[in-house]
């Protein structure tokens, strides 16, 4: 076993998933994989588990329903805990997450105890994103440090890394999105909580393949725990 677990949240990602477990296993030995499917209907879950007979670095978990992503990545930091590994680290199926990144994060988590990848810091960008789409992103980031005031550039980016050590210490209620902005309450908890956190630059490509999974109900939910997270103040 090795100390580090990526978790990699997956609803419907078929032709993603696969080739990126694939690459995974091949280039990145200093990692286990987890993969969290809601029963994917395309059967993304049972081809990963094809896949995870073969190696004992790659497992998969199963829920039965779409959960969201807030909750799979529940599940997984407490696998990733339960199993004792030292580190966690998330990342998108949709090679939005170029996995060259991962050595960086890796090296960070030496010295800091979440590692958040940053689109919108010097160096870190934005590829193939329809503006309609970059303007949401970015107007998204904005409204919740210029809220929260918390030092991320990029607070809802969902390529990140987190020490173990940490998370023990992280209470069930102070996540509670199902959307995305489960990244912002994260990181947000992680900063007040007076942990060390810290930003690299990391360019995100549009998905390869397959279904955005973003909704309207998934922007008004950040909308409103940023106002959650203000009002709290703890
Ligand atoms: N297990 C699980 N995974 C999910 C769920 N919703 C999204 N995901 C996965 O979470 C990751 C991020 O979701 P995406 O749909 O790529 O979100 P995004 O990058 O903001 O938007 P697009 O790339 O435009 O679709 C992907 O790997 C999804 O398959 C969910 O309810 N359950
Ligand atoms: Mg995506």
């Known amino acids: 076993m090795h100390k580090n677990l990526l978790l990699i949240p997956t609803y419907n990602e078929l032709n993603n998933a696969l080739p990126l477990a694939e690459t995974l296993l091949k280039n990145h030995a200093e990692l286990d994989l987890l993969f969290i499917d809601d029963g994917s209907p395309d059967g993304t879950g049972e081809a990963l588990d094809k896949l995870a007979q ?7 978990m199963h829920r039965s329903e779409k959960t969201g992503l807030g909750s799979a990545y529940k599940a997984g930091f407490a696998w990733s805990l339960e199993k004792g590994y ?8 949709d090679w939005s997450h170029d996995p060259a990144d991962l050595p960086r994060f890796l090296r960070a988590l030496e010295t800091f105890d979440v590692v958040g990848g940053s689109r919108y810091m010097k160096d870190g960008g934005i590829i193939n994103w329809p503006l309609p789409r970059l303007l949401l992103s970015k107007g998204a980031a904005t409204y919740a440090r210029m809220l929260t005031r918390m030092p991320f550039s990029d607070p ?32 947000h908890w992680a900063w007040k909580n007076g942990f060390k956190v810290h930003e690299i630059p990391i ?12 909704s309207i109900g998934i ?3 950040a909308l409103w ?3 959650k997270l203000v009002l709290k103040r703890t």
């Open 203 to 214: 360019l995100f490509t549009e998905r390869r393949e397959g279904k955005s999974k973003m």
């Open 219 to 221: 922007v008004k939910e």
């Open 156 to 187: 809802t980016g969902g390529y990140n890394a987190y020490r173990n050590d940490m998370l023990t210490q992280l209470p069930l209620d102070a996540v509670s999105s199902q959307g995305y902005s489960f990244q912002i309450e994260m990181k």
């Open 54 to 60: 073969s190696t004992p670095r790659m497992h998969v």
């Open 225 to 227: 725990i940023v106002w």
């Open 86 to 93: 030292q580190n966690s680290l998330c990342m998108d199926a």
